[in-house]
């Protein structure tokens, strides 16, 4: 009987001492890399004039002013510098997630965040000419300390408008 | 980026990104409204930025330093207490059994 006991006892030692290695390396390991990040990505937003998804505006008469809410979150595990590039394509300029749209900056916005941090904040801007199918585009740029220079994100978000010139009384 | 490095260091930047962002934010309204003194202003804090970062840096060194011993400290805690537990738990086990059926009476 003496025996059995004794095996039992080795049983639970080893389930006990099992247990403990394993808090154990996790303990250690959430020590040493506590902020570590699985899937660094970053986040472009646009929000309507009343900070909401929904009431973009699509028509518009030349110089008016509209108000639109960028929105940049930053989940990449460090400080990011980022800036939002707006420029005014149509229909046939192209943008992607590799390539930004090649034409100029109508306007740019900077920030810098921290990780697991956002930024929301309004913009009001005009058009100069009139025209149809406008595309605005908003890219997200982001400093690279590699290259010492904005480099694109590959995240962009754009809107369709069509500006027209004011009636004449 | 003076920042980035401290924070890589482990230094608590939020201040200066802060601190940074309020530089921007003087810069855009400076280039709008072309104001030489609004432009000064957001130059100077950069370069406050620059110059603070790096204490920032030295302070997160320390941190992780310390961050370091407590890690190993506790390792070393929970291999101690395996030794322990493997060496006494039985005897101690046992005679807590003991102690806590001690009222118990055998019936034959």
Redesign the interface.
Known sequence: MEGEGLIV?EQV?AV??AV??V??AF??SQ??F?DRIVEPFSELGILGPEAKIGDYPRELIVREPFTLYLYVGNHEG??M?YAVLVKLGNRTTSISNEEPMDVPVFAR??????DGKNWTRPVTLSVEEPGVNYKLVFELWA?N?GVRDFVYHGRWCQLWLNVTKPAVP | MAVAKAERLGGDVSGLVDELNQALTLLEEGETRNDEAMLQGALSKVEDVVANAPVAGQGGVAAMQARKVQSWLVIGVVAALGVIVWRYEPRIFWRLWVRSKRGWKVKA
Do not use: I
């Not at chain 1, 916005?109 to 921290?114: A, E, F, M, Q, T």
């Open positions: 006892d030692m006990l001492l403990l290695v808090v154990g303990a250690g020590t040493f506590p460090r400080v510098y916005y900077g920030v810098v965040l921290l400093y300390e």
